[in-house]
T-cell receptor, first 110, second 116 residues
Framework: EDQVTQSPEALRLQEGESSSLNCSYT??????LFWYRQDPGKGPEFLFT???AGEEKEKERLKATLTKKESFLHITAPKPEDSATYLC???????????FGAGTRLAVHP | DTEVTQTPKHLVMGMTNKKSLKCEQH?????MYWYKQKAKKPPELMFV???????INESVPSRFSPECPNSSLLNLHLHALQPEDSALYLC???????????????FGPGTRLTVL
């Protein structure tokens, strides 16, 4: 069964305290691993797509990496405005469908 | 422009009402999606339209009826809903085709639906 699992479920950081979010996946025919940020009551905001093991992408304080079994979202020196739920999703080759993980709720405190 | 718009932002309806949610994109995307999201849960796929044809229906009850009038518009018609249908309804679009090199889905802001 295709599955995406995120950990931890919730993470509390102090401002400036770097950390990583994990996304492990078992998706047959994976076509892309996607990261989104979602603020409460809003739609998910697209962050990154990773297609191949070893691929890395960066945006401001965020860096996403991909291996054959998992992806990491590294947050460097986070700020309170980085507080949000971060969702990862696996795309299935040949289908317009994403398998979402349950998300990691990140809270960054000053 | 990577914007997907949705109207209305909020909707309150009774169980006997008929209402519609609307979604629009002008990115030239050929795949459009409806999702339902409950609090503290990930989005749950309901329907996918690809090139204006319904390609995926995730066993959604018939009280939800999707419509794709053209490649830019997507509607979700609601009738005889139940209180448990209260949720955030999200529309998304992507370039289209499962084999597309870039199949990121871009989401709208959502419609917050409350069924009384």
């Amino acid at each position: 069964e295709d599955q995406v699992t995120q950990s931890p479920e919730a993470l509390r950081l102090q401002e400036g305290e770097s950390s990583s979010l994990n996304c492990s996946y078992t998706v047959s025919g994976l076509r892309g691993l996607f990261w989104y940020r979602q603020d409460p009551g809003k739609g998910p905001e697209f962050l990154f797509t990773l297609y191949s093991a070893g691929e890395e992408k960066e945006k401001e304080r965020l860096k996403a990496t991909l291996t054959k079994k998992e992806s990491f979202l590294h947050i460097t020196a986070p700020k309170p405005e980085d507080s949000a739920t971060y969702l990862c999703a696996g795309g299935i080759f040949g289908y317009n469908k994403l398998i979402f993980g349950a998300g990691t709720r990140l809270a960054v405190h000053p | 422009d990577t914007e997907v718009t949705q109207t209305p932002k909020h909707l309150v309806m009774g169980m006997t009402n008929k209402k519609s949610l609307k979604c629009e994109q002008h990115m030239g995307h050929r795949a459009m999606y409806w999702y339902k999201q409950k609090a503290k849960k990930p989005p749950e796929l309901m329907f996918v339209y690809s090139y204006e044809k319904l390609s995926i229906n995730e066993s959604v009850p018939s009280r939800f009826s999707p419509e794709c009038p053209n490649s830019s518009l997507l509607n979700l018609h609601l009738h005889a809903l139940q209180p448990e249908d209260s949720a955030l309804y999200l529309c998304a679009s992507s370039q289209g085709g499962g084999l597309a090199d870039r199949n990121e889905q871009f989401f709208g802001p959502g419609t917050r639906l409350t069924v009384l």
